[in-house]
């Protein structure tokens, strides 16, 4: 079966802290994972996606196909990242899209 | 480019009633995808439409309808209303080729009585 595990539904660090928001999943074949964001009062949006290996606002992910993760990290955490993320799988057919999303973490980074 | 737009946005019903949501995607999006959320089961993926066919389906009773007209908008249906069927239903667009970066709309909220 088809599915994303995020283990924390809060995680609370100081401006500066590094963080770590965790991320496992469940697939037969070769997977694409990406995070979304959600800030207070906005809409959900992409932050990043594996296949680009990009680091988007200090955040980076990496794919463990040995661990099954896709663990978001940013070295030194500020407040404007404090929100709601969310770790998702790609289902459906090739061309579309089925994200299958965990039931988020919620970032809380205080002065 | 206006973002994706949902109506209504908020919604009350009976149980045992049905309801039609709409969403109008990104101005040249011809995907369209509906997620159902909830505190409970959080956010799952009902169906994608591209091109006025049904491409993607999630695992929900047939209850749950959709369609895509020509001008890409998107409506949903939920017939016989149930308790469980409270949630904020998000609405997604994305650009053929980049499905995977979905532009969400501000969502509807549906509680039913």
């Known amino acids: 079966a088809q599915r994303v595990t995020q283990p924390e539904k809060l995680l609370s660090v100081f401006k500066g802290a590094p963080v770590e928001l965790k991320c496992n999943y469940s697939y037969s074949g070769s997977p694409e994972l990406f995070w979304y964001v959600q800030y207070s009062r906005q809409r959900l949006q992409l932050l990043l996606r594996?296949?680009s290996r990009e680091s988007i606002k200090g955040f980076t992910a990496d794919l463990n196909k040995g661990e099954t993760s896709f663990h978001l990290k940013k070295p030194f955490a500020q407040e404007e990242d404090s929100a709601m993320y969310y770790c998702?799988?790609?289902?459906?057919?090739?061309?579309?899209?089925?994200?299958?999303f965990g039931k988020g973490t919620t970032l809380s980074v205080s002065s | 480019k206006a973002g994706v737009t949902q109506t209504p946005r908020y919604l009350i019903k009976t149980r045992g009633q049905q309801v039609t949501l709409s969403c109008s995607p990104i101005?040249?999006?011809?995907?369209v995808s509906w997620y159902q959320q909830t505190p409970g089961q959080g956010l799952q993926f009902l169906f994608e439409y591209f091109s006025e066919t049904q491409r993607n389906k999630g695992n929900f009773p047939g209850r749950f309808s959709g369609r895509q007209f020509s001008n890409s908008r998107s409506e949903m249906n939920v017939s016989t209303l149930e308790l469980g069927d409270s949630a904020l239903y998000l609405c997604a667009s994305s650009r053929e080729g980049h499905s995977y970066e979905q532009y969400f709309g501000p969502g509807t909220r549906l509680t039913v009585t």
């Open positions: 101005s040249g999006h011809r995907s």
């Open positions: 998702a799988l790609k289902g459906g057919d090739q061309a579309g899209t089925a994200l299958i």
């Open positions: 594996h296949i």
